[in-house]
């Protein structure tokens, strides 16, 4: 067979399978893309003829992307739910479903995710004891939720002490659930969480869980208390949602509405508080005491941490808690009595939790926040909250202190500023024993007077429940010297000398040697040292008594020169000086002008010759105590 021969068959060959396979493709049916569009959800695009597309219906109506919940802001207006897909539903496997998948058809097709009304309140969590007798309110903190409430050890045992004496409980989350805060603007037609909790409690109302005559509580925790103080009378009317008491618990209330309060308010604290500061809301209390309202301030101290402490813990034994106990302790962070040594939020404590207890790491942190008085729901201090609610009537049960006092000293009328905390019902304030008159600034601040006849001693401040004494002395009249300036001179030397009751004064000495002086008032004077006064304390004598310095002012005598050599000389010649007194020397000069110079002893100074020398100079060293001049010229030559 020659070559041309077998080409030719191939080309025929190759051919012939060419026609086949155009054939074979002529004769396959092409699927033919479609484009499915889904209104208000996923699952959009084109798709070939016959596949199956899972399509999804978005959570709530509201087609903004950066919508975060499914309730609408209007407190009036229902939920929105999925109802079914309506359009070209032909393909649609489910239209009931919110999830469910389209059999695309060779051709377009639209659909649209369809919604109806729902009852609102669907993350509300309430218990109604039958019967009850109030109903309580309850309110998260930043970040928190309604249904944490029943997680957390603290919060739920005052939830079963509330039902246990028949209250109702009722508590919600926040509209905002992003940063899960409430809404603190005041006026309530501009906030949404204000209209949100009257309206609930008129729809409980409306299906008979709530009867219109049950009195209404609140307890709100943290930023939920700043949110419990909106409900001022006038809010609380214009809601048509009456309150009978409020708890308050680690919150101080939103001081504007607490300024305009009128519901007895019991505030619940721990005296460690690192959040909202104890003395904080001793100010929010202090001022409803002083408008006459209903109110208490109860305050968790720091507990022992005893080795069953986290037997309060849903999930754990006590042999559990005992294990968890002596790893803290083991590590060094309880004292010899069990008490913490240091702030839980920030000592370090997770770091020796055993492995197998991870998973309970905050509800463990929450029991030693608790045991140290931080920043803590208290469930402990249940049963004064509950007293208050059943009979809101004022009770002093806070003891007062003093942490300092100023001035130290004064004659009479003296204003003295003395801070502290709970300054409530203040009865009396004595100084050295003897009554003073006063005037409350707020619960950690007093204004006292040094009475007519004063005595020296310490500050009390008594209230009704007990008595705060200074840990030092005012003392009357008795002048204070803090410093003086300069400390170190000779006679002639004017001195600064600041201190407290430097009036009606009668002498000042420096060691004993009396010197001029003049007053600038209570805390100031100037004094001349005199001559012949030598080193030791600043003494000043007033009408009310006499005060010596600690610290002495050093004096040294004034320097003397007795010979100078050469006594001629060109510039820049080195000149030997011989004298006394020349310890501390700060400066030498020829007939004015500056020279370089060095104290060789008390006796003896070398000095250059300083350019701009005149022919004739009279050598001069000058200390802190004085100056001399060379008893003859120095010539230039």
């Known amino acids: 067979m020659n070559s041309t021969y077998t080409i030719s068959v191939l080309i025929r060959i190759s051919y012939a399978y060419l026609i086949i396979l155009i054939f074979a493709f002529a004769s396959t049916p092409q699927a033919i893309a479609g484009t499915l569009t889904v209104h208000n959800g996923s699952g959009s695009g084109s798709y070939p003829a016959s596949t199956k597309v899972t399509i999804w219906a978005n959570p709530q109506e509201d087609a903004n992307p950066l919508s975060t919940t499914r309730a609408p802001l209007d407190a009036n207006l229902p939920m929105r739910i999925f109802d079914r897909w309506i359009g070209d539903t032909a393909q649609i496997a489910d239209v009931e479903s919110p999830q469910t998948s389209v059999t695309m058809p060779a051709s377009d097709i639209n659909i649209t995710a369809q919604y109806k009304d729902a009852p609102r309140w669907l993350d509300v969590v309430t218990y109604f004891p ?79 869980s709530i009867n219109p005559a049950d009195p209404i509580y609140l307890a709100g925790i943290s930023s939920g208390g700043f949110f419990a103080s909106l409900f001022t009378q006038s809010v609380q009317d214009y809601l048509k949602f009456p309150v009978e008491a409020m708890a308050l618990y680690i919150a101080s209330g939103n001081w504007n509405s607490i ?83 240091s702030n839980p939020t920030t000592s370090g404590w997770e770091a020796i939790l055993p492995a197998i207890y991870e998973f309970y790491k905050y509800q463990v942190s929450n029991q030693l926040e608790v045991a140290f008085a931080e920043h803590s729901f208290m469930g402990h201090l249940n049963k004064p909250v509950f007293d208050f609610f059943a009979n809101p009537v004022t009770v002093i049960n806070v003891e007062p202190s003093i942490s300092e006092f100023t001035p130290a000293s004064g004659p009479p009328s003296t204003q003295i500023t003395i801070t502290g905390n709970n300054f409530v019902d203040v009865q009396s304030v004595a100084i050295g024993g003897i009554t003073a008159r006063f005037t409350v600034i707020s619960p950690t601040e007093i204004w006292a007077y040094v009475p007519t006849n004063p005595m020296s001693g310490p500050i009390t401040v008594t209230n009704s429940v007990s008595v705060a004494t200074s840990a030092s002395n005012f003392v009357v009249g008795s002048p204070l010297i803090t410093s003086f300036a300069p400390s170190t001179g000779g006679s002639g030397t004017l001195v600064t000398i600041t201190g407290d009751n430097l009036n ?132 230039i030559k």
């Open 259 to 341: 300024l305009s309060a009128s519901t007895p308010t019991i505030f619940v604290t721990g005296v460690n508080d690192t959040l909202i500061p104890y003395n904080t809301i001793q100010k929010s209390y202090g001022l409803l005491l002083s408008m006459g309202i209903p109110t208490q301030l109860i305050s968790s101290t720091p507990s022992q941490l005893y080795p069953e402490r986290f037997w309060r813990i849903e999930g754990l034994s006590a042999l559990d808690s005992q294990t968890i106990y002596n790893a803290i302790d083991n590590a060094g962070f309880l004292d010899g009595n069990g008490y913490l040594l």
């Open 504 to 635: 009606s004064i009668e002498a000042v000495a420096f060691n004993g040697v009396t010197a001029s002086f003049s007053s600038l008032g209570s805390k100031t004077l100037t004094s001349t040292v005199p001559i012949g006064a030598t080193t030791g304390p600043i003494t000043v004598t007033t009408s009310q008594g006499t005060v010596v310095s600690e610290a002495d002012m050093i004096l040294f005598p004034p320097p003397a020169i007795t010979a100078m050599a050469p006594s001629q000389g060109a510039i820049g010649t080195l000149v030997t000086i011989t004298g006394s007194h020349f310890t501390p020397t700060t400066s030498v000069k020829f007939s004015g002008i500056e020279a370089n110079f060095t104290v060789v002893s008390d006796t003896e100074i070398t000095s250059t010759v300083p350019v701009g020398t005149p022919t004739f100079s009279r050598i001069t060293v000058i200390t802190p105590s004085g100056y001399t001049s060379s008893p003859t010229y120095f010539r």
């Open 130 to 208: 039958d019967p009850h007798i109030g109903v309580i309110f309850m309110f998260h903190g930043m970040g928190g939720c309604a249904a944490c409430f029943f997680d957390q050890t603290e919060t739920r045992s005052f939830i079963q002490d509330a039902t246990a004496r028949g209250y109702a409980i009722v508590a919600l989350n926040s509209y905002d659930r992003q940063t899960r805060a409430w809404n603190l603007e005041i006026e309530p037609a501009n906030n949404p969480d204000l209209q949100r909790v009257a309206a609930l409690r008129q729809a409980l109302v409306a299906q008979g």
